[in-house]
């Protein structure tokens, strides 16, 4: 078992937990319905993680890629968490429109929530291509 591995696995697992904690506070945020949102990232990103950590030494993943890329996968998995619940305490909803409704921030908080939302879902998009690019060239 390699320190990605493990990174991978123990994030996922604290991820986890911090979704059970936003859970309890839903109902504290100033638009629940977008604490839900953060909730049900954190639980559902947790153990995709740690599903990635089990799997990660079959991906045929360069040891000179493994570091950046399990950190790019950790990193963009935790401020997604965070940019929601920043919306859910703030109550924007420039970048997740469905789950704002009609909520509106103030600019500076939507500026920063469209900010991390997008950026690591930009993030978590180019590292999970990369890594089944990865995968399917160890395959073939």
Sequence with gaps: MNESMVLLGVSGFVLFTIG???GFLIPTFRNARMGLSAHLT???TGPALI???LFW???SIPSAWSAELSSALIGSSYVLVG???LAAASGASEALPIAGGSYRANR???AVVSL???G???TMGLTAVTISFFAIRGIA
């Design 83 to 85: 940019g929601i619940a």
């Design 116 to 118: 991390l939302v997008k």
């Design 51 to 53: 599903g990635v950590a």
């Design 42 to 44: 954190a639980v559902q």
């Design 108 to 110: 500076m908080y939507e």
């Design 20 to 22: 059970l904690l936003l």
């Design 120 to 122: 690591s879902s930009i």
């Design 57 to 59: 030494e079959h991906l």
